[in-house]
T-cell receptor, first 117, second 110 residues
Framework: GAVVSQHPSRVICKSGTSVKIECRSLDFQATTMFWYRQFPKQSLMLMATSNEGSKATYEQGVEKDKFLINHASLTLSTLTVTSAHPEDSSFYIC?????????????FGEGSWLTVV | QKEVEQDPGPLSVPEGAIVSLNCTYSNSAFQYFMWYRQYSRKGPELLMYTYSSGNKEDGRFTAQVDKSSKYISLFIRDSQPSDSATYLCAMSATGNQFYFGTGTSLTVIP
C-alpha cells in the first residue's frame, strides 16, 4: 500500500508558541490530504480536508486561524497549530488518498503527539 | 443518526478464538469499505478494503459487506495477542469523503 509519513512523531512546545506538523506522501502524489485529531480512546475527528494548490476546507467548529493548513505540493501538507494552548494537546493524524489507487482508500501517517506545556 | 455505527467494546477473547467485528451504516450510497487497525499511540493501518458487496479474504482476516442490510464485518481467525488493537471501520461513497466508526477495542488474551 501507499506510504504516508508524518513528522515529528512527538513534539512538546510552550504555551503561546506555534508548532508545525508535516505530512508527506512518499510514493504517490496526493491531491487530497486529510487532517484528524484524536483524543484518548476516541475515534478520529476530521479537522480539515487539504487540497493541493487551494485553501483547505475546515470542518464545523475547527478554527482555521488556529489550525493553519498548507498543501503547497502534491507530496506535502502541513498543519501549523498557532498560539498553542494546553487544550490543543492531542494526537494529530494525517491521511492521503492516492488518486491512482482504484481502490479509493486512504492511507494514514504515523501520527504526531503534541503536548503543550 | 450517525453515518456509521460501531460497537466500541471493549472486546476480550482468548488466543485462538474467532473474532467478529461489525459496523452498520445508514447511507446506501457507500460503496467503498475499509477496516483499519490502530495500535495504541500509532496511526491507523489499512487492513482490508472491499468494493461494493461480497467477501474478501487475506490470511486470517475476512471482510464481508452486505449492502442490502447496510452491514459490514471483519472476521479474525486464530486470533493472536498481536491482534490486540483498536479496529476502525471506514466507508465512502465517492472516495472524496470518508466516514469512520468509533472503533472497537480488542484484547486477545494469551
Amino acid at each position: 500500500g501507499a506510504v504516508v509519513s508524518q513528522h515529528p512523531s512527538r513534539v512538546i512546545c510552550k504555551s503561546g508558541t506555534s508548532v508545525k506538523i508535516e505530512c508527506r506522501s512518499l510514493d504517490f502524489q496526493a491531491t487530497t490530504m486529510f487532517w484528524y485529531r484524536q483524543f484518548p480512546k476516541q475515534s478520529l475527528m476530521l479537522m480539515a480536508t487539504s487540497n493541493e494548490g487551494s485553501k483547505a476546507t475546515y470542518e464545523q467548529g475547527v478554527e482555521k486561524d488556529k489550525f493553519l493548513i498548507n498543501h503547497a505540493s502534491l507530496t506535502l501538507s502541513t498543519l501549523t497549530v498557532t498560539s498553542a494552548h494546553p487544550e490543543d494537546s492531542s494526537f494529530y493524524i494525517c491521511s492521503a488518498r492516492d488518486p491512482a489507487d482504484s481502490g479509493n482508500t486512504i492511507y494514514f501517517g504515523e501520527g504526531s503527539w503534541l503536548t503543550v506545556v | 443518526q450517525k453515518e456509521v455505527e460501531q460497537d466500541p467494546g471493549p472486546l476480550s477473547v482468548p488466543e485462538g478464538a474467532i473474532v467478529s467485528l461489525n459496523c452498520t451504516y445508514s447511507n446506501s450510497a457507500f460503496q467503498y469499505f475499509m477496516w483499519y487497525r490502530q495500535y495504541s499511540r500509532k496511526g491507523p493501518e489499512l487492513l482490508m478494503y472491499t468494493y461494493s458487496s461480497g467477501n474478501k479474504e487475506d490470511g486470517r482476516f475476512t471482510a464481508q459487506v452486505d449492502k442490502s442490510s447496510k452491514y459490514i464485518s471483519l472476521f479474525i481467525r486464530d486470533s493472536q495477542p498481536s491482534d490486540s488493537a483498536t479496529y476502525l471501520c471506514a466507508m465512502s461513497a465517492t472516495g472524496n469523503q470518508f466516514y469512520f466508526g468509533t472503533g472497537t477495542s480488542l484484547t486477545v488474551i494469551p
